[in-house]
Antibody, heavy 120, light 106 residues
């Protein structure tokens, strides 16, 4: 059974870079059938897709965040990672990693999410 | 940019009753529309994709309809475990979610 688990600091200072990793178990991140993505949810608010990556390293990002986002993949560790630079309080959110089909961005499997707070 | 809207923001329903949730896209997304259920403290769960196809393991009381810009999620007879927030999401281009509809107990 596929499992995704987010990890990383729960507190980041303003202007610094948020870094999270998603570890995939019960399946291979190198599957040719799927992309791997990040979605966030500010407390009490809705969902926002951040970006996605294929095992080959091909990425696509939400245009509204593209200038600050980098997503990378480490197939040897079955992990993919998110970096979000120049964070502000508006980036405080629960960050989810998820898997979607290569044909359509339908998020069928999700991690449990991790809360990242931006505060000094 | 495609903007998704959902109505109502909150829907109060008694157990056993029918719930009808609406989702609208600012431009046509064809049938590239998914619905998710989210309970407090949990990740969203995929219910419907392709506007009307139930995901694996989703009970038949959940049904989706619509195409283009207008979509509906219907829960035919609400069970206690169905009280949650429901989000629609278009995937016609880069994915965007609606603001959600909270279904609570009347």
């Amino acid at each position: 059974q596929l499992q995704l688990q987010e990890s990383g600091p729960g507190l980041v200072k303003p202007s610094e870079t948020l870094s999270l990793t998603c570890t995939v178990s019960g399946g291979s991140i190198s599957s040719s059938s799927y992309y791997w993505g990040w979605i966030r949810q500010p407390p009490g608010k809705g969902l926002e897709w951040i970006g996605s990556i294929y095992y080959s390293g091909s990425t696509y990002y939400n245009p509204s965040l593209k200038s600050r986002v980098t997503i990378s993949v480490d197939t040897s560790k079955n992990q993919f990672s998110l970096k979000l630079s120049s964070v502000t309080a508006a980036d405080t959110a629960v960050y989810y990693c998820a898997r979607h089909d290569i044909v359509a961005t339908i998020f069928g499997s999700w991690g449990q999410g991790t809360l990242v707070t931006v505060s000094s | 940019e495609i903007v998704m809207t959902q109505s109502p923001a909150t829907l109060s329903v008694s157990p056993g009753e029918r719930a009808t949730l609406s989702c609208r896209a600012s431009q046509s997304v064809s049938s590239n529309l998914a619905w998710y259920q989210q309970k407090p403290g949990q990740a969203p769960r995929l219910l419907i994709y392709g506007a009307s196809t139930r995901a694996t393991g989703i009970p038949a009381r959940f049904s989706g309809s619509g195409s283009g810009t207008e979509f509906t999620l219907t829960i035919s007879s609400l069970q206690s475990e169905d009280f949650a927030v429901y989000y629609c999401q278009q995937y016609n281009n880069w994915p965007a979610f609606g603001p959600g509809t909270k279904v609570d107990i009347k």
